[in-house]
Structures are given as structure tokens and as C-alpha cells.
């Protein structure tokens, strides 16, 4: 196995071994460390592009497809909708009482899917995780028991829209980049990711 494993690097060029040992360097340090994620993402490229493994367009390239920066707006708007109340009033209105594990799944899982739809679900889910903790005090139902599904209903959300996830913004950047064509609407997707956001919140 090592004779196999030596003869794989000799084949390898630098780029390849620096490259490599850089990976496994960031998820050591995402596993094991505390620095904080962009610190430790930011510094990888960084080393990347110092080492000449990456040229500077290589390196920056990523920031200027459409999508990420659809991302980065939709971050805005969460944000706007926790500092002007509009998680509380979720809480209080939408979300109200359940007195079983099954209705709260319910009352949880379609509003987060209907919002996923048309927000970005990774700032969705950082957004209503404070929100869900409290609720679940006031209902009596471990907060255990929701968190997952919080995170199953953004995802199911997600892929209902061409805005619900940055995946699918990121793909339609690299196939207009590619085709040169427009893009994909927003509810291209819809026809079936709608049916699986269905049968999956029927499932929880």
C-alpha cells in the first residue's frame, strides 16, 4: 500500500501536493480548531494563490458569478426581517401552539419550506434557530426533535425555487456562463422540487 501510495505522489505535480496537503490542512482545522470558517477558507486561498497554484483570476473568480451574489443579498433581506420584528411575529403568529410532537413538526415545517422557497435557506436557518429554541419552551417539546426538521424544511424549500439555495444559483451562473443563454426562471425547478418538498415534510 505505501509502495502504491509513493508511486500516486511521484505521479503528482507540485501544484497537486500543495493543493492536497492544504485540503487536508482546512478540514483539520474545521474539525479540530476554533478559528473561525471564513478565516480558515480565506487563508487556504490565500496560500493557494501566494504559492502560484492559483492565479489572482482564479483565485477571485468565484466572487463574481451572479449567484453568489444573490446570496449575499438575500443575507440582507433575513437580516432586515429579524431586525424590523418579523421573527417574532413568526413565532407568535404563524408558529402559535402545538400539543403534539406531530403538529409542532407540521406548524414548523410549512412556513420554513414556504420561506425557503423564496429566501436563501442557510440564512433561514441561522435566523430561526433562536426562534425555534424558544418556541419549543413554550410548547413543552424538545428542541431536539426540531432542529433537524428545521433543517430538512429549508432544504426541501430550497429546491422548489432558483433562488432557494445557493446551489442553484451557483449552477445557473456557470450555465449562463457557459451557454451564453439566459438562465432558468425562477420557478423552472418547481415542477419538481414542489412534489418533493411534499412527500418529504409527509415523511417527517
Given at each position: 500500500v505505501i509502495f502504491r501510495q509513493n508511486r500516486i505522489l511521484a505521479g503528482m505535480d507540485f501544484s497537486a501536493v500543495v493543493t492536497l496537503t492544504l485540503l487536508l490542512t482546512l478540514l483539520i482545522g474545521l474539525v479540530f480548531s476554533r478559528i473561525p470558517v471564513d478565516v480558515l477558507m480565506f487563508g487556504v486561498m490565500a496560500a493557494l494563490l501566494v504559492g502560484g497554484v492559483l492565479t489572482p483570476q482564479e483565485?477571485?473568480?468565484?466572487?463574481?458569478?451572479?449567484?453568489?451574489?444573490?446570496?449575499?443579498?438575500?443575507?440582507?433581506?433575513?437580516?432586515?426581517?429579524?431586525?424590523?420584528?418579523?421573527?417574532?411575529?413568526?413565532?407568535?403568529?404563524?408558529?402559535?401552539?402545538?400539543?403534539?410532537?406531530?403538529?409542532?413538526?407540521?406548524?414548523?415545517?410549512?412556513?420554513?419550506?414556504?420561506?425557503?422557497?423564496?429566501?436563501?435557506?442557510?440564512?433561514?436557518?441561522?435566523?430561526?434557530?433562536?426562534?425555534?429554541?424558544?418556541?419549543?419552551?413554550?410548547i413543552g417539546v424538545n428542541v431536539s426533535k426540531l432542529m433537524i426538521p428545521l433543517s430538512y424544511a429549508s432544504i426541501l424549500g430550497g429546491v422548489c425555487t432558483m433562488i432557494g439555495t445557493s446551489t442553484n444559483l451557483v449552477v445557473n451562473g456557470l450555465y449562463i456562463q457557459e451557454t451564453g443563454g439566459s438562465g432558468f426562471n425562477l420557478f423552472e425547478i418547481a415542477l419538481i422540487g414542489l412534489p418533493c418538498a411534499i412527500a418529504g415534510v409527509g415523511f417527517m
Open positions: 483565485a477571485l473568480v468565484g466572487f463574481s458569478n451572479p449567484g453568489m451574489i444573490t446570496v449575499g443579498v438575500l443575507f440582507v433581506v433575513v437580516a432586515g426581517l429579524k431586525d424590523t420584528g418579523g421573527i417574532n411575529w413568526i413565532v407568535q403568529s404563524v408558529l402559535g401552539k402545538a400539543d403534539t410532537d406531530k403538529k409542532a413538526l407540521l406548524k414548523l415545517m410549512l412556513p420554513i419550506v414556504a420561506m425557503s422557497a423564496f429566501l436563501n435557506n442557510t440564512p433561514v436557518v441561522a435566523m430561526m434557530i433562536p426562534a425555534v429554541r424558544d418556541w419549543s419552551k413554550k
